[in-house]
């Protein structure tokens, strides 16, 4: 998929970690995010985003990490419940909240890679993104763009600049309209 990447928008480049076939596990996992860009239109486009299953799998612990040290289990201190009750009682709520910071974090970060210019929002249906159970989780929305194009050579342009002369007959003619108005 990473060569369907650089194939679909010529504008959108792989990041050099991606470009890089490294035998080391260092490199490949740092490699969380994966994205192709398409034109639909003329001034849009369709993302899909795949987030690797590495990334998925990280994010539970993240949460439930902050959750655990705050989290108030009857029976327990707060922050001193057993991880496993911890997932038990609040393990559909905090699948929701990975799904939801998972889109965030790879949707912010894919469009700070990407190099098209966008206009508003992208229109993201979170309620249409399953968080699966294997594999890697892939979602895609649409976004408007600037439109792209080159400006003419300005530099051989002459521009002739009128003097204006501000004589007190403007200023009368200008207030009396400011009065009419």
């Not at 969380?32 to 612990?61: C, H, S, W």
């Not at 249409?128 to 342009?157: C, H, K, Q």
């Amino acid at each position: 998929t990473q060569d369907q990447e650089a194939q679909a928008d010529p504008k959108i480049e792989p990041s050099p970690e991606q470009n890089e076939e490294s035998s080391e596990q260092n490199e490949e996992s740092k490699i969380t995010y994966a994205f192709e860009a398409e034109d639909v239109g003329t001034l849009k486009k369709k993302v899909t985003i795949t987030v690797t299953r590495q990334r998925i799998n990280e994010k539970p612990d993240e949460m439930f990490g902050e959750l655990g040290q705050s989290a108030q289990v009857p029976g327990f201190r707060t922050g001193h419940a057993p991880r496993r009750l911890v997932e038990k009682r609040f393990g559909k709520e905090v699948s929701h909240d990975v799904r939801n910071a998972l889109v965030g974090e790879s949707l912010g970060d894919v469009m700070e890679k990407a190099d098209f210019k966008t206009l508003g929002e992208p229109d993201i249906d979170l309620d249409t993104i399953e968080l699966p159970e294997s594999g890697d989780m892939s979602y895609s929305f649409e976004v408007e763009v600037a439109p792209e194009f080159e400006l003419p050579e300005l530099s051989g342009i002459s521009v002739e600049k009128r003097a204006g002369e501000v004589t007190d007959e403007n200023i009368d003619q200008y207030m009396t309209e400011l009065c009419a108005n």
